[in-house]
T-cell receptor
Framework: GENVEQHPSTLSVQEGDSAVIKCTYS??????FPWYKQELGKRPQLIID?????GEKKDQRIAVTLNKTAKHFSLHITETQPEDSAVYFC??????????FGQGTTLQVKP | DAGVIQSPRHEVTEMGQEVTLRCKPI?????LFWYRQTMMRGLELLIY????????DSGMPEDRFSAKMPNASFSTLKIQPSEPRDSAVYFC???????????FGSGTRLTVV
């Protein structure tokens, strides 16, 4: 069935280091892959997305890569800052428009 | 744009009472989703609508849950009767359709005592 696996579930890094979160998806027809950031007590917010015709996309300190053959995609955050601390969710889009979310990664950036 | 608007922000109710959560999607978005979030189960999709029509309600926990979308600008999620295990944050989200991300509302924090 439809499934998105996300790893790690928790990640702790020192301020200034890089953080990488990885996801795999099961439906080869998926063609849209957004990433959401959810701060404590707030709503998930879209931070970056990538479509299946692109292998990599970058926006300042965050980047996403996609390997369609392997059905993997990853979020990379460079020069992490304490305000990057949050829960991050990956997702894959079904043809119906429904997003299947990963289980979430709690990122802690230590000052 | 005011974004996706949910009400109420917080709801505390007694077990057995009816609860109605409300959502106004972004104008022009033709897909609407109801999610439930708990620490144990993460983000669970309950039901979603395309063009006001329910497409998939397989995530609705049981017959106590029902959702409607009478028009493009309003949806409700009803729980009757409510139980303590329904306590969670309920998010509504809308999107322009396949290939677009969701915009989430601020959520309704439901506590059933």
């Amino acid at each position: 069935g439809e499934n998105v696996e996300q790893h790690p579930s928790t990640l702790s890094v020192q301020e200034g280091d890089s953080a990488v979160i990885k996801c795999t998806y099961s439906d080869s027809a998926s063609n849209y892959f957004p990433w959401y950031k959810q701060e404590l007590g707030k709503r998930p917010q879209l931070i970056i997305d990538i479509r299946s015709n692109v292998g990599e996309k970058k926006d300042q300190r965050i980047a996403v890569t996609l390997n369609k053959t392997a059905k993997h995609f990853s979020l990379h955050i460079t020069e992490t800052q304490p305000e990057d601390s949050a829960v991050y969710f990956c997702a894959a889009s079904m043809l119906t428009g429904k997003l299947i979310f990963g289980q979430g990664t709690t990122l802690q950036v230590k000052p | 744009d005011a974004g996706v608007i949910q009400s109420p922000r917080h709801e505390v109710t007694e077990m057995g009472q009816e609860v109605t959560l409300r959502c106004k999607p972004i104008s022009g978005h033709n897909s609407l989703f109801w999610y439930r979030q708990t620490m144990m189960r993460g983000l669970e999709l309950l039901i979603y609508f395309n063009n006001n029509v329910p497409i998939d309600d397989s995530g609705m926990p049981e017959d106590r849950f029902s959702a409607k979308m009478p028009n493009a600008s309003f949806s409700t999620l009803k729980i009757q009767p409510s139980e303590p295990r329904d306590s969670a944050v309920y998010f509504c989200a809308s999107s322009q359709g396949q290939g677009y991300g969701y915009t989430f509302g601020s959520g309704t924090r439901l506590t059933v005592v």
